[in-house]
Each structure stands twice: as C-alpha cells, then as structure tokens.
C-alpha cells in the first residue's frame, strides 16, 4: 500500500512501483491473443480468399471474453492440483490459462483455411478466445487483490499501456511479419502466416516468466477449502451446462438457416433476419445450459452451499452494496460504455484494406503511430483520473469515443489519404487510451476484495457482450448501410452512455465504494 497520491510528481513516481510495473507485462500477455482472433486473423482469412461476412463472424470466437463470469467462480473456488500449493490461487490459474493460449495459437497456425476449411481454425479461434478469456480473469482479480484503491488507476493506465504494446505485437508485428515472409492480398503463403503465428505463440513467455517471479497476494493466503468431491461436482455440473449449449448451438445450425429465410420474408430484410435468428438461437442455448445445470443440482451432483459461494453471493453482495436502483444503472453503463469503438473496430481493418491502404502503412500508422497515441491517452487517462475523479474522466473518455468515429466517416469519403489516416488514428486512439484507464478504475471500485474474480469478469464479460455480438454483424451491416453510414451508427450508439455517466454520477459516491 501507499498513501494517497496529493502531487503531479508522486503520481509519477508511483508508476515505478512494483506492482504497477507487473501490470505492464500482464498487459502484454492479456492484448497478445485480441487481435490474433479479430483483425490480424481478418487479413489472413481475406488474403485465403474468404468472404469478409465470414471474416467478421469469427469475431464470435472471442465471446469466451463475454461470457467469462460464466466459468470464473470456478477459478475463485477451485484448486489446481500441485500448482496451487506451490504456486499460490491466482498463480496457479495464470500459468495454466498461459500455457493454454500458447497451445491455442500454435494450434491456430497449423490450420490452412484456404484448404483445410474454417472448422478447424474456428475450434482453435475459440480455444484461444476461452483460454485468453480465463487469464484475463485471474490477472484482473490479482490487479485489485494486490494493491489499495490509490494505485488502481495508474495500475489500469500501466496494464492498457502493456496490453497496447501486445496488440502491437499480435497487430502490427504479425502484419510484418507475414508481409516480410511473403504473404499479400494478392499472393497468398500459408507459411508465412504459419510462421507468424508460431511466432505469437513464443511472446507469451512473457507472461510465463512474469507469472513465475512475482508474490501471491497477501489477500489469497488464507482461503476457506473444499472437500476433493465438492469441487469435482462443481466442475462436473459446468461442463455438463458448457456441452448442452455447444451441441444445442451446433445442431441448431441447419434449423437457423431455414428461420432466417422464413424471418427474412416477415421482416423483408436478411440482415436483420439473421441478428434476430441468432440472438434467439443464442437464448436458447444458454437456455439448455441453465437447465442441465438445475438437472444435476437437482440430483445433489453438486455441493449447494459451495455453489451459493461461488454463483450467488458474488451477485447478491453488488445488489446489497448498492441497492436496487443504482446497481442496474451502474450495470447498464458497464454494458454499453464500449459499444462505440468495439463494434466498430471488429472491421477497422477491412476498412483499411478496402480504403486501398497496404498491410505496411496499416501496420506503420493503425498499429505502430497508433501504440504511442494509446500509450499516451493511457497515461493522461490515469494520471487525469487520480487528480480529478474517475467519473469526470469516464464522462470525457465517452464524448471524445463517441466523436472520433465521425472522423472515420470523413476518412470514408476521402478514401486513400494517408494523412488523413494519421489525424484519425491520433484522435481515436488517444481518446481510446484515455477512456480505457478511467473504466478499468471504475470497474475495479465496483468489485468487493471477497469476491474479486466473480464480480469484476461479470462487469468485464457484460462491457463486451451486446458490442462483440453487434460487431459479429458489422460486415453484413457495412454491405447494407455503406461505411459512411455504418460509422454514423457507432457514433450514435455512444449517446446514451453519456445520459447514464450523468445518471451514476449523482447517485454513486467513487470514493465509498
């Protein structure tokens, strides 16, 4: 712990501090994996010839993000056999999620999808989609387990600043490198991609090695313990509720393509037929997931009183905390702060591409020059957060979000214009930087030390689920309305989240939560 930060010079001093720098290399370990399931697989999929719709749906593959408060109860509550007892709780889950996405990426450059199909590169999409999603889950708990409230802004500025230079490394470094190896929009090489990948995969060494030499926090030395069995069960009745909704999902495939054309003939439109079939085919899945899990807690499969811990406390302590009212609010601003630039960044790079910019001015200006505006926006964004509030910051963040995706309208119309692209690239990415610090700050106030890893992946999972399941159709909705008009939406889509920082901001006190 330190004390309170009361000058410009201590708060950045304190970016020295041990635990803010560990966050730095965290960051990098947690952005890798991103952009190898969204715009650096998107050019490797275009350049494989396939069609762009396709390439937005594996978007999809990076829902474990969304739907991660699903299976981290799991990791609050259950131990790893030995790695836990040398290792420590959230140790021990981060040097397993960590070797996982290491196998996943590897996994992913063994798949040609200009010949072998898009199955095998999807399953291992989504592997590295759940195997990211849970190591996002324990370095988040351990950010806020391991420090007091004064450090987490600049924690959060630290931990966007190490995730951007891992984008970096999976967006700009892997464009590079494919390009450097051979592989272009017009001759495609699958071992250049290959080697790319392959090459991803050995980052994450990063990640091991910090996981290795750090200390477990103080708060994990002491946790309440489960009989074997009990923690069997537990895991026994989440996979039974995980593989229920991927056979529903999966043999409903067929069946969804025949509601989307009969829906398309009420609605008289495919596109919206399509995002109404899927979100209802989703529902239902989760829905056959709820219900094989009641099956096996009907049937005592499960410890009650360990399930209670793991799934209801978590939820009823927020409820409790900040009543009824107030809790929805704070959730409803959770859920749609990032819709702006996440719906639209799912096709940022086929944009440029169709713009007529090349893999190397896209990597040297999108990738590179847009590093240091985050790296930039990050910084004021932590350093603006500790001197003025978070709340004033969120409200900043949000206007500047929002208004920046009007620039790449005017980018639209301009077309191939590389200054242009640097003045949109500036103003975007900083203000991204700078909005991120500020909500990963307020996200972590909202979670209490007793249930770190539940609440905040419920917070993070809910920030990405409406704009990743949207962004999954920013393809289909680029072909309908255009570039010029699909940018105008996301611009639009940011205006409520200014009502409801308006809202929160009057009832909802930073400092005593």
Same mark, same amino acid.
């Given at each position: ?234 895991? &026994? ?81 927020? &409820? ?36 007529? &910019? ?156």
């Amino acid at each position: 712990m330190i004390a309170k930060l009361h000058s410009w010079q201590e708060s950045l001093k304190a970016f020295a501090h041990p635990r803010v720098v560990t966050m730095l290399f965290y960051g990098v370990v947690a952005g890798l994996p991103l952009l190898l399931i969204f715009s650096s697989l998107s050019l490797w999929l275009r350049e494989a010839g396939v069609e762009r719709a396709a390439v937005t749906y594996f978007s999809w593959a990076a829902l474990g993000y969304s739907f991660k408060f699903v299976w981290a109860p799991l990791i609050d509550v259950i131990p790893l056999p030995f790695l836990t007892r040398k290792l420590g709780r959230r140790r021990a889950w981060l040097l397993l999620s960590q070797l996982m996405v290491m196998l996943a990426i590897a996994l992913m450059a063994l798949v040609d999808p200009a010949s072998q199909g898009l199955t095998a590169m999807a399953l291992a999409a989504v592997l590295l989609g759940f195997s990211a999603a849970t190591q996002d889950i324990v370095i988040d708990a351990y950010r806020i387990e391991s420090a007091g409230k004064e450090l987490q802004a600049l924690m959060s500025a630290s931990y966007i600043a190490g995730y951007r230079i891992g984008m970096l490394i999976a967006g700009a470094g892997a464009l590079f490198l494919a390009s450097y190896f051979g592989s272009s929009l017009g001759s495609y090489d699958f071992n250049a991609w290959q080697i790319t990948y392959l090459a991803m995969s050995g980052f994450m060494l990063i990640g091991i090695f910090t996981t290795l030499v750090i200390d477990e926090p103080e708060v994990n030395q002491h946790i309440r313990t489960q009989v074997a069995s009990d923690y069997a069960g537990l895991f &026994f009745t989440f996979v039974v509720a995980v593989s229920g909704f991927i056979a529903f999902f999966a043999s409903s495939s067929e069946l969804a393509l025949q509601a989307k054309l009969m829906v398309a003939g009420w609605v008289f439109n495919a596109n919206l037929a399509g995002v109404l079939v899927e979100m209802l085919r989703l529902a239902m899945a989760l829905g056959v997931a709820v219900v094989l899990a009641l099956f096996c807690l009907r049937f005592e499969w499960v410890n009650k009183a360990l399930l209670k811990r793991s799934y209801l406390e978590p939820i009823q302590d927020f &409820f409790r905390r900040y009543g009824w009212s107030l809790a929805w609010l704070l959730l409803a601003l959770v859920g749609l702060y990032r819709i702006s630039d996440i719906v639209l960044g799912v096709i940022a790079n086929v944009f440029y591409q169709d713009m007529g &910019f090349t893999k190397p001015q896209i990597a040297t200006v999108v990738k590179t020059f847009g590093l240091f505006m985050t790296l930039l926006g990050g910084f004021l964004g932590g350093i603006l957060a500790v001197r003025y509030g978070v709340m004033r910051i969120l409200m900043l963040g949000a206007v500047l979000s929002a208004a920046t995706n009007l620039l790449f309208m005017l980018l639209a119309g301009m077309g191939n214009d590389v200054w242009m692209l640097y003045v949109v690239i500036s103003a975007d990415n900083l203000s991204g930087g700078l909005a991120s610090a500020a909500f990963v700050a307020f996200l972590s106030s909202l979670t209490n030390i007793s249930f770190t890893a539940v609440q905040y992946a419920i917070f993070s999972s809910l920030m990405t689920l409406l704009p990743k399941m949207l962004g999954g159709y920013s393809g289909t909705m680029v072909d309908a309305i255009g570039y010029q008009g699909f940018f105008l939406s996301t611009a639009l889509m940011g205006l409520p989240v200014l009502l409801l920082i308006i809202l929160a901001n009057k009832h909802f006190n930073l400092e005593q939560s």
